[in-house]
T-cell receptor
Framework: ETGVTQTPRHLVMGMTNKKSLKCEQHLGHNAMYWYKQSAKKPLELMFVYNFKEQTENNSVPSRFSPECPNSSHLFLHLHTLQPEDSALYLC????????????????FGSGTRLTVV | GNSVTQMEGPVTLSEEAFLTINCTYTATGYPSLFWYVQYPGEGLQLLLKATKADDKGSNKGFEATYRKETTSFHLEKGSVQVSDSAVYFCALRNNDMRFGAGTRLTVKP
């Protein structure tokens, strides 16, 4: 248990479905992140939230919609996905990078393995 | 910009062999440097870190030294075990984290 909990661990969804991934941390961190990890590709940063405000969106298609209702919870809403969206989706949290925050690493969840059929 | 380059894998070693995974970086200012490990079916776990030049991070027999003159942060372990089989990621943090592509290590008995 890392302190960052992701649910579900596995998800199979059809291309017309709507589903959501959930991430929760109670480490007192105020920055949260979504990453996509595909086979044989580098980690792809998708979204960044600092103090509940989205500060980065790396040209992610609109079929992925993030939501951060508070500093402890992060969601990724999915709709009309494509088979190439099948991947491991990782959530991470960290201290605010401002000031001395960069000395802190990220804490990752175990990920959600998503399969789009 | 900030970026990390690490040696491509896969790396295959016999148990008790010496491990080196090379990592070099490009950055402005004074980043912190990290090594993460990812075991099958899991997320990334922080293995060790160094926050300033000449610092040595160490954990579980792994070590890495922050070398500003060569902009490197190579990961080493003197005697690997089968349980060390995983993917290893080098990373730097100036603001947000930048990860390398990962190096898969397989240790055979």
């Amino acid at each position: 248990e890392t302190g960052v909990t992701q649910t579900p661990r596995h998800l199979v969804m059809g291309m017309t479905n709507k589903k959501s991934l959930k991430c929760e941390q109670h480490l007192g961190h105020n920055a949260m992140y979504w990453y996509k990890q595909s086979a044989k590709k580098p980690l792809e940063l998708m979204f960044v939230y600092n103090f509940k405000e989205q500060t980065e969106n790396n040209s992610v298609p609109s079929r992925f919609s993030p939501e951060c209702p508070n500093s402890s919870h992060l969601f990724l809403h999915l709709h009309t996905l494509q088979p190439e969206d099948s991947a491991l989706y990782l959530c991470a949290s960290s201290q605010d990078p401002r000031g001395t925050g960069t000395v802190y690493g990220y804490t990752f969840g175990s990920g959600t393995r998503l399969t789009v059929v | 910009g900030n970026s990390v380059t690490q040696m491509e894998g896969p790396v295959t070693l016999s148990e008790e062999a010496f491990l080196t995974i090379n990592c070099t970086y490009t950055a402005t200012g004074y980043p912190s440097l990290f090594w993460y490990v990812q075991y099958p079916g899991e997320g990334l776990q922080l293995l060790l870190k160094a926050t300033k030049a000449d610092d040595k991070g160490s954990n579980k027999g792994f070590e890495a030294t922050y070398r500003k003159e060569t902009t490197s942060f190579h990961l080493e372990k003197g005697s690997v075990q089968v349980s060390d089989s995983a993917v290893y990621f080098c990373a730097l943090r100036n603001n947000d984290m930048r990860f390398g592509a990962g190096t898969r290590l397989t240790v055979k008995p």
